[in-house]
């Protein structure tokens, strides 16, 4: 079974700051990775699909690059609405289907 | 506006049968661009997939759910449903369910109802 770890688990930023997370598969997975945000009790949403590649609609503040086993997703300047906790995923559209979250992990307000 | 609805008992016995449903607005789940997916959150925790159908009614679960699970179309009403058998303490959590978009072998989780909470306890 393919594991995905993320890292950090959780950190503290500011409004301005640049944000990068990484998320890493325990074996290769292609570009086979989305990330999502998730808000408290919110439902989560959508971000970056295929590793690298934004959502409609969704800002371009937010970015995702990787390949293979090491992925990573950046803010590029912190809104107050990006405190959240975002999780990668990866699919598997290979019978039988798959999907794997990672651990997630959370953006707090330094 | 496409919109998704769990909605099935918030309190399952040990040992029964939690079900839920998913009403589906906005669109035929019978259309052959999706999949629709059943994840769920157990509370302070992280996302776990829990399984997808297909319009024609294929299937594919989470191994660790596979004995436990499983998930049905029901088209004339446009819902999807989930059942999970022998449910523990283990298997409470927010439900939430999910439209699964397919665009050349890309697989997203574009569309989320707003979860349901499912508390197992006597």
């Known amino acids: 079974d393919i594991q995905m770890t993320q890292s950090p688990s959780s950190l503290s930023a500011s409004v301005g700051d640049r944000v990068t997370i990484t998320c890493q598969a325990s074996q290769d997975i292609s570009n086979y990775l989305n990330?999502?945000?998730?808000?408290?009790?919110?439902?989560?949403?959508?971000?970056?699909?295929?590793?690298?590649?934004?959502?409609?609609g969704v800002p371009s503040r937010f970015s995702g690059s990787g390949s293979g086993t090491d992925f990573t997703f950046t803010i590029s300047s912190l809104q107050p609405e990006d405190f959240a906790t975002y999780y990668c995923q990866h699919y598997d559209n290979l019978p039988p289907m798959l999907f794997t979250f990672g651990p997630g992990t959370k953006v707090d307000i330094k | 506006q496409l919109q998704?609805?769990?909605?099935?008992?918030?309190?399952?016995?040990?040992?029964?049968?939690?079900?839920?449903?998913?009403?589906?607005?906005?669109?035929?789940?019978?259309?052959?661009?999706?999949?629709?997916?059943?994840?769920?959150?157990?509370?302070?925790?992280?996302?776990?997939?829990?399984?997808?159908?297909?319009?024609?009614?294929?299937?594919?679960?989470?191994?660790?759910?596979?004995?436990?699970?499983?998930?049905?179309?029901?088209?004339?009403?446009?819902?999807?449903?989930?059942?999970?058998?022998?449910v523990t303490a283990a298997d409470t959590a927010v439900y939430y369910c999910a439209r699964t978009l397919v665009v050349a072998d890309i697989f997203t989780f574009d569309y989320w109802g707003q979860g349901t909470l499912v508390t197992v306890s006597s």
């Open chain 1, 35 to 56: 990330w999502y945000q998730q808000k408290p009790g919110k439902a989560p949403k959508l971000l970056i699909f295929d590793a690298s590649n934004l959502e409609t």
């Open chain 2, 4 to 86: 998704l609805q769990e909605s099935g008992p918030g309190l399952v016995k040990p040992s029964e049968t939690l079900s839920l449903t998913c009403t589906v607005s906005g669109d035929s789940i019978s259309s052959s661009h999706y999949y629709w997916g059943w994840i769920r959150q157990p509370p302070g925790k992280g996302l776990e997939w829990i399984g997808n159908i297909y319009y024609t009614g294929s299937t594919y679960y989470n191994p660790s759910l596979k004995s436990r699970v499983t998930i049905s179309l029901d088209t004339s009403k446009n819902q999807v449903s989930l059942k999970l058998s022998s």
